[in-house]
């Protein structure tokens, strides 16, 4: 009976659930993207307990410190804490939210009783420009904040047909939610007194006070955003300012622009060319005269046009006007537009173009003798292709990589793209083609990105090797950005690469100055765990150990997750004898990365030091399973062997080690000690031999063959020459002693 009585609501929902589930079908294998690292992904807010009462209550010690939005965020936190970082979970949360809001979207306009409600709920669902808003982790507010603005305005028609005040108090507290899911929705009170002419022309005192909550809530909310955006970019930034007449200029163009992506979705940009239009030009003000003729019209007029297109047009006015340009976003230094901005603006543009759609494609039902409708066919056809272009649009938001190709290729142009690209090839270890779009973004960068787009190149220069270059794009970038701790930290490693260790230091110690105090930073800062990681290889090169021991403390401190930190701490302790203390930093070090080849050989080095050669001996094991060409690791193998009198297996790790090197002095050496203790004295004799001839500078080579010489061979000339010539490289124990018992007279 349900069943039967709900079959149109319960086939329409199948039917949207199933097209957007096919749609969004790309996101099951997509990671993330820009905003996403630090807006969620590497919060550590989102994984600590307490981390929902700091959302709400202390959003300035959170990564979405840049708007207040803690609804949004709430939902990324319970997340977390039920799947955990789970990218496929992250991103279907996303569709599930968009696919309510499409649901939400037509039970509303079938309850206004508007022709085409579920054609313009599918239109919504499907079409690409929602796709940025969807696809794109960090852009989930976009899509909770919908659930909620959907959710007002029919509480909204409610009270108004029922005029019961329980649902003005539920209309007002959808509308607090919508607000601290994403502050944009602040044009809802604008909207609510559009929707009010609809129903009804007159007015009354009551009608407006009713309202002025509303209104009251709305400006509160956009003074937090104000200041939060001002608090995370400044007021004052010159990168983003417009002057008056540029701001009408834009506000002209951007309703149309917004338009146009409607009515043709086609090319969709995650970045979109950012315009410079030539003030002295007057094709730009054209837009502008169109849209203020068109404002005109719609205020004069609006009774006798349909009421449907006056609506329309009015509620896409409101929703587009914090976009249009008059005020401070971010996102200006990108772009004046982007496609998440029209996810709530598209909806009355969707509601006149259906509407459109419906009369069109009824003129083709006319047609006589078809087996079904014309225009059955045609919205078949429509949706279907809308289907499979939102498909394709969320498959370039599979990685960052897929997304700066894809705007690249559409913008060959986009400064941020190739940058990004050259950061991406650079983590890739890719430098050619990482030098490659650094450059061309250098070429077209604006002057405020310079530094950056000049750092990303200096880190491609550093991977092929090319220091000189690499050190002058890091001069470049801190003589335009002095506060860039990136750029002294890269510039840092440049020098330690260059054994430069004393600029190394004041690089790193310059990084630290000017580097928030904070674990997730973003150019020009970096993380400061990484520069105390960096920082402390240094002194540990220069033998501050105590000093390099507190960076690899403070570093961990931080970050306690990074093997490498674990791996150098353990160094210092091995080298300050603290060997139990090493194995544990060196155990840890595995534990987060169990292919680390330096940690297993390091930790064997341990145990061969404490005398635990079979713990010794399997930690070597796994090296040369790891790692089948380290010669090191067959030498020391060997003298595990050695200790443990398997002579014959030694033998065969230093045949290794020397087929692998045949110009590697210590595998001679340890063989030949090895032959001594077999008692095989030629052999010995013969890779001491060519030990000192691959190295003639190392004095205990002559040494031992000398002792060789005389103890075995009785040859007391070859003897005494090898001591003396140990004697001009600097050990003369053994030549002088051989003279006391007047064994080598006149040497």
């Not at 901005?341 to 006149?352: D, F, G, H, K, V």
């Not at 750029?487 to 600029?503: C, I, K, S, T």
């Not at 380290?630 to 002579?647: P, T």
């Amino acid at each position: 009976m349900f069943f039967q009585k709900h079959s149109t609501l319960l086939l329409g929902t199948f039917l949207l659930g199933i097209s957007i589930l096919i749609a969004y079908f790309p996101v099951n294998d997509a990671t993330f993207i820009i905003d996403d690292e630090g807006f969620y992904i590497e919060d550590p807010i989102m994984s600590k307990p307490d981390g929902l009462k700091q959302i709400w209550l202390n959003p300035l010690e959170t990564n979405g410190m840049w708007s207040y939005v803690p609804i949004s965020r709430t939902t990324f936190w319970i997340e977390r804490q039920i799947w955990g970082l789970n990218f496929s979970v992250t991103h279907w949360i996303n569709v599930f939210f968009h696919f309510i809001n499409s649901l939400l979207l037509w039970r509303l306009l079938h309850y206004l009783k508007i022709r085409g409600a579920w054609l313009i709920g599918m239109g919504f669902a499907l079409h690409p420009i929602q796709v940025q808003s969807v696809a794109w982790i960090a852009e989930r507010r976009n899509v909770v904040a919908g659930v909620f603005f959907i959710l007002s305005l029919w509480g909204y028609f409610h009270f108004e047909k029922k005029q019961k005040m329980s649902w003005y108090f539920i209309t007002l507290g959808l509308f607090l939610c919508a607000l601290l899911s994403k502050s944009a929705t602040i044009m809802l009170p604008p909207v609510f007194v559009i929707c009010r002419f609809w129903l009804r022309s007159t007015w009354s005192r009551r009608d407006f006070l009713r309202l002025l909550p509303f209104f009251a809530t709305a400006f509160a909310m956009g003074l937090i955003r104000i200041w939060f955006e001002n608090r995370s970019f400044g007021a004052g930034n010159q990168e983003l300012t417009l002057g008056f007449l540029e701001k009408l200029v834009l506000g002209g163009q951007i309703p149309f622009f917004y338009l146009s992506k409607i009515v043709v979705p086609n090319p969709l940009i995650f970045i979109y060319p950012k315009w410079n239009p030539d003030l002295s030009q007057f094709s730009v003000y054209l837009p502008l005269f169109s849209l203020l003729l068109l404002v005109s019209l719609l205020l004069r007029k609006y009774r006798q046009w349909s009421r449907e297109i006056s609506v329309g047009l009015g509620i896409y006015a409101v929703l587009i006007f914090p976009v249009m340009g008059f005020f401070h976003i971010a996102w200006h230094k990108f772009s004046f537009v982007s496609d998440h901005w029209a996810y709530l603006p598209s909806i009355p543009l969707l509601i006149l173009l259906v509407q459109g759609f419906i009369v069109l494609f009824n003129q083709f039902n006319l047609i006589k003798n078809f087996p079904i409708r014309p225009s059955t066919v045609l919205w078949l056809i429509l949706f279907i292709g809308m289907l499979f272009l939102t498909q394709s649009q969320v498959s370039i938001y599979k990685n960052e990589k897929s997304l700066w190709l894809a705007t690249a290729a559409d913008d060959p142009n986009s400064w941020e793209a190739h940058a990004d690209l050259g950061k991406i090839f650079f983590d890739e270890q890719q430098f050619d083609l990482a030098l490659k779009h650094a450059d061309r973004s250098v070429s077209i960068t604006q002057e405020h990105t310079t530094a950056n787009v000049y750092n990303t190149r200096g880190n491609a220069y550093a991977g092929l090797l090319q220091y000189d270059l690499a050190l002058q794009d890091y001069n470049r970038t801190l003589a335009l950005k002095p506060n860039h701790s990136a750029a002294y930290n890269n510039r840092g490693n440049v020098h330690f690469e260059l054994n430069q260790y004393d600029q190394a230091l004041q690089d790193y110690n310059r990084a630290l100055a000017v580097n928030p105090k904070i674990k997730i930073a973003t150019e020009p800062y970096t993380n400061p765990d990484l520069i105390y990681y960096n920082r402390g290889r240094v002194l540990l090169k220069l033998k501050q150990y105590q000093a390099a021991l507190d960076d690899f403390n403070q570093s961990l401190a931080i970050n306690p997750d990074v093997p490498d930190a674990y791996y150098r701490r353990g160094e210092v302790f091995f080298i300050l004898k603290k060997f139990q203390r090493a194995l544990q930093d060196y155990t840890r070090t595995l534990d987060l990365n169990p292919n680390h080849v330096n940690a297993y050989f390091n930790r064997g080095t341990t145990f061969f030091r404490l005398g635990n050669f079979q713990k010794a001996l399997d930690d070597f094991n796994k090296v040369i399973e790891l790692h089948p060409e380290n010669i090191d690791s067959y030498n020391v193998r060997g003298l595990i062997y050695i200790k443990q009198m398997e002579y014959a297996k030694a033998l065969e790790d230093f045949a290794k080690a020397i087929a692998l090197n045949p110009k590697n002095p210590a595998s001679f050496q340890n063989r030949a000690n090895l032959y001594l203790l077999m008692k095989q004295y030629t052999p010995a004799l013969e890779d001491l031999n060519q030990a000192i001839q691959i190295n003639p500078e190392q004095s205990n080579l002559y040494n031992q063959r000398g002792t060789l010489q005389m103890i075995v061979f009785k040859n007391q000339h070859s003897a005494c020459k090898d001591w003396s010539q140990a004697c001009t490289k600097g050990d003369c124990k053994n030549i002088l002693k051989a003279r006391q018992k007047g064994d080598c007279p006149g040497q």
